[in-house]
């Protein structure tokens, strides 16, 4: 039944996602008609001149890096809550889990305050948060580990508490600034938008998210069985400690890279895999792509929203993703069909 889904589904959701991505792309403060867009992608494609200076501009400089950056983060976060939740066998886990969103908030925090990192130039936010988030993953880690090892239980626990002391942190780092602008940038950061994004920001979060997506893909067996508990796993001959472990990086990684290039843009790895799994099933090996496509399908919908909704300005897509995810959340949770695990 999933690879009969799987084979109708997979290719549905390419095809709205492919529209999807060139719809945005006219899309922002200025709307651009779509044949201009198809135009100036057309040119590019085939090394033509542009027939609008201005338009090629907006759209091939500004636009369509962007778009590009909302699919693979909206697919990385989708994929990492699907990984999560099956490594700590939680409906309700999500990629921010092991306190990497609040660890990058406080490295985030801490550059725009003190101006930290500042040999990064136009990196320094991303390596600010970058560092902050791994090493938050790597103090849950080793807490962890310390206390027992890296059992479901233990992992959310230590996760939920070091996040809500790091969110303090970062409060914290903002109080002690006294500047309000300052303040309202760690905000705006925190609530996660995809404003900065061009054409230099696409190599590092693709190549990280095509890799962690493989190597999840490529263990999807052993997460299937690892989904049924910890004595079937072992029961098979799954490595269970070491697959938790490799995990565990993978996945810290993983959220790391994309939180230091968007902020914390919620509900997208809890709400997504629930919908991949009501969509295809519960396998891994089906579930995995049909999760990144929904999560890049739907990350590109609402950034395009928040351009639109109060334009010339825009929100950030945080306060939609959440606007939207919740309720979605308990439609998809209020299905008496839905079992985690076996949809």
């Given at each position: 039944m999933s690879r009969a889904r799987a084979a109708?589904?997979?290719?549905?959701?390419?095809?709205?996602?492919?529209?999807?991505?060139?719809?945005?792309?006219?899309?922002?403060?200025?709307?651009?008609?779509?044949?201009?867009?198809?135009?100036?992608?057309?040119?590019?494609?085939?090394?033509?001149?542009?027939a609008n200076l201005g338009v090629d501009t907006i759209v091939w400089q500004l636009r369509v890096p962007r778009t590009l950056l909302a699919a693979i983060v909206g697919a990385g976060l989708a994929v990492s809550g699907a990984g999560m939740q099956t490594l700590v066998r939680n409906p309700l886990a999500d990629p921010y889990l092991l306190g990497v969103s609040s660890g990058a908030g406080v490295g985030a925090a801490a550059v725009i305050t003190t101006g930290s990192f500042?040999?990064?130039?136009?990196?320094?936010?991303?390596?600010?948060?970058?560092?902050?988030?791994?090493?938050?993953?790597?103090?849950?880690?080793?807490?962890?580990?310390?206390?027992?090892g890296l059992t479901p239980l233990r992992l959310v626990l230590t996760g939920t508490v070091l996040g809500s002391a790091f969110s303090a942190l970062s409060s914290y780092i903002v109080f002690r600034s006294g500047d309000p602008a300052a303040a309202k940038s760690v905000l705006f950061w925190l609530l996660g938008s995809l404003a900065g994004a061009d054409w230099t920001r696409i190599l590092l979060p693709a190549t990280v998210v095509a890799a962690c997506a493989l190597a999840l893909f490529l263990s999807a067996n052993w997460l299937d069985v690892l989904n049924l508990g910890t004595d079937t796993a072992a029961s098979v001959g799954v490595p269970v400690r070491q697959l938790r472990i490799a995990l565990f990086i993978l996945l810290a990684v993983l959220v790391g890279v994309l939180v230091a290039v968007s902020g914390g843009i919620g509900f997208v790895g809890l709400v997504v895999p629930h919908a991949a799994r009501l969509i295809v099933g519960p396998r891994h090996r089906i579930l995995l792509p049909a999760s990144a496509l929904c999560g890049a399908?739907?990350?590109?919908?609402?950034?395009?929203?928040?351009?639109?909704?109060?334009?010339?300005?825009?929100?950030?897509?945080?306060?939609?993703?959440?606007?939207?995810?919740?309720?979605?959340?308990?439609?998809?949770?209020?299905?008496?069909?839905?079992?985690?695990?076996t949809a």
């Open positions: 109708i589904a997979l290719p549905v959701l390419a095809a709205l996602l492919l529209a999807a991505m060139i719809v945005a792309t006219g899309f922002g403060a200025e709307t651009i008609p779509l044949h201009d867009v198809l135009d100036v992608l057309h040119r590019r494609a085939t090394g033509l001149a542009p500042a040999a990064a130039g136009l990196w320094a936010l991303s390596a600010g948060a970058l560092a902050g988030a791994l090493a938050a993953a790597a103090a849950v880690f080793l807490i962890a580990v310390a206390q027992g399908l739907f990350l590109v919908v609402a950034d395009t929203a928040t351009r639109v909704l109060v334009r010339p300005t825009e929100i950030p897509v945080g306060v939609l993703t959440g606007l939207i995810g919740a309720p979605a959340f308990l439609l998809l949770m209020g299905r008496r069909t839905y079992r985690f695990g």
